[in-house]
Structure formats: structure tokens, C-alpha cells
């Protein structure tokens, strides 16, 4: 069982994601990206330290993008009882830090897309169901804190859970339903391996997902096979400590539409000690 911690509890981490779409006539569009971070488990409660490096080749609404990260390098999330986020508890200071970087960038640019942009985002953060959403999404947390808290997990038996594979082409979230259970209990180093596998929630309405993209990509394909189908693996697994703090993390999903398109992504977390703090 993956419990909460009695303690404070802060540990280093990494996190990679690799992206790759592969579209019917299109050229493939890989994204790498990394990032170091830390977190502070205690009870119910994780607060995430983010290292954010500076990019100088970056201008306009991408610069804005990069500097409103400034304002989440400290989030505190509140977990319900089977870990899942459920509530943001510093939403005051990350509204204070974010009027400080927009008010700076305001007097900086006079770019329209970019000021509209930084007004978009200033309803958002300000918003607590909106923020609360974009932090849900944030990079280091997805697929990270999906609900395996507090749960009898064996390799005989199995827990069903819902959950989201988020962002996949067009940018539309797609239910799922996972198969998790616990893997080679009580090894040697007393860890908690909890293994989960994914796949399209029934309910999903496969049809009209596909219907979008085909409008997307409508110009090339001509002779689109109407039965084009949606198919999709995940697969994963969670590494704890004896402890209940997380040591790795590994994700991998894949999602396929016959004659349409490919798109696959690799989520990583690995713990990081001192000596190998630099990405």
C-alpha cells in the first residue's frame, strides 16, 4: 500500500518527456524537454520546487510563456485520499509573483499577440478552477499522482481506475481506464513497484474525435478510408520507496488512427542526488 507520509520529506527528481506525431502526409514533429524539481511530500499535502532555466532565444508570446513559469516555481497541492490533486493551496502567491512578471512584461512589449496572450493567462490564474486545471496539466504532474493512494495492491489482483491521457493531437483529452496492480512485493529493497496499463475509456466517442481530424487534415487526404479506426496502448509504472516517496516513474502511451496518424510519448521520472543536479 502507498501511503502518505508521516514526515517531511524532500526529494530530488527529473523529469523527461519525449513526443513524436507522426501525420499522413506531414512531416514528423518531435518536442524533447527536461527539467529538474524537487518535492516536499508531508501528510495529504506536496509542495513542488521548480529549476527553470532562462532560454535567450525566445521572444514575443513564447518569451511571456517562459517568464509566467516564474510564477509556479513554488505549487502546493492538496491530495484527496487516493492521492489524486484536488486542491491548489498557494493560489494567493502565485497570483502576487505572476502581477509582478506581468506588469514588467507591459511595460517591456507593445507585441498585440503577446499582451493579448498575457491577458489570457491573467484570467486564467486568477480563476481557481482554471488554475487549478492548468496545474492538474502541469509538466511534472500528469501522470504522476493519478490516484494509487491508500489501495490493497497485490499481482494477483488488479484496481480499474479512470483517469485522462491528456493533449494528445488535436489537443483533446482522451479517457482512459487503467489496470493497476503491485509487482514483485517485498524485494530486497523493500520499494513498491505499482505497474498500470491503459487503454481507451468505451465511453469515448472514437467517431468524432477521428471526424476532427480529418477536417484538420482534410487537403491531404483525399481518399480517406471512412473506417478509419483509434487504437491506443499505455503503459507504465510507479517506483516508491519504503518511505512512500516516489523513486522513479515511467509512461509510455501511444495512440494510432489507421492512415491518419501517429503519436506517441515517453514520460520519465528518475530520483537525482547532489552530485548530478545539472540537466
Known amino acids: 500500500m502507498i501511503e502518505f507520509t508521516k514526515e517531511r520529506i524532500l526529494k530530488k527528481y527529473r523529469a523527461t518527456l519525449a513526443e513524436e506525431i507522426n501525420g499522413y502526409n506531414r512531416p514528423s514533429l518531435k518536442s524533447n524537454n527536461s527539467i529538474n524539481f524537487e518535492i516536499e511530500y508531508y501528510e495529504n499535502k506536496i509542495t513542488l520546487f521548480m529549476n527553470y532555466l532562462e532560454n535567450e532565444e525566445v521572444y514575443g508570446y513564447e518569451k511571456i510563456l517562459e517568464d509566467a513559469n516564474k510564477a509556479f516555481d513554488v505549487i502546493e497541492y492538496s491530495l484527496d485520499n487516493n492521492g489524486e490533486i484536488d486542491a491548489i493551496l498557494n493560489q494567493s502567491e502565485i497570483i502576487s509573483k505572476w502581477n509582478i512578471i506581468r506588469k514588467k512584461i507591459l511595460v517591456e512589449t507593445k507585441d498585440k499577440m503577446a499582451i493579448n496572450t498575457l491577458f489570457g493567462l491573467s484570467g486564467r490564474i486568477e480563476n481557481e478552477a482554471a ?62 513497484k505499482i ?62 488512427i489507421s492512415s491518419l496518424l501517429k503519436y506517441s510519448s515517453k514520460y520519465e521520472i528518475l530520483s537525482r542526488d547532489d552530485e548530478n543536479d545539472e540537466i
Open 195 to 256: 505497474r498500470l496499463v491503459g487503454k481507451v475509456d468505451p465511453c469515448f466517442d472514437r467517431f468524432a474525435y477521428i471526424d476532427k481530424l480529418k477536417d484538420e487534415y482534410r487537403d491531404n487526404l483525399p481518399s480517406l478510408n471512412n473506417s478509419a479506426n483509434l487504437s491506443m496502448a499505455i503503459d507504465g509504472s510507479h517506483i516508491y520507496n519504503n518511505d512512500n516517496t516516489l523513486n522513479e516513474m515511467y509512461y509510455h502511451a501511444k495512440v494510432e
Open 131 to 192: 488554475l487549478l486545471d492548468i496545474l492538474k496539466r502541469f509538466f511534472v504532474i500528469p501522470y504522476l499522482f493519478i490516484g494509487i493512494h491508500n489501495f490493497k495492491f497485490s499481482k494477483y489482483s488488479s484496481c480499474r481506475k479512470e483517469g485522462y491521457l491528456y493533449n494528445v493531437f488535436p489537443f483533446e483529452d482522451i479517457p482512459v481506464i487503467y489496470e493497476i496492480n503491485e509487482e514483485n512485493e517485498n524485494n530486497s529493497n523493500n520499494e513498491k
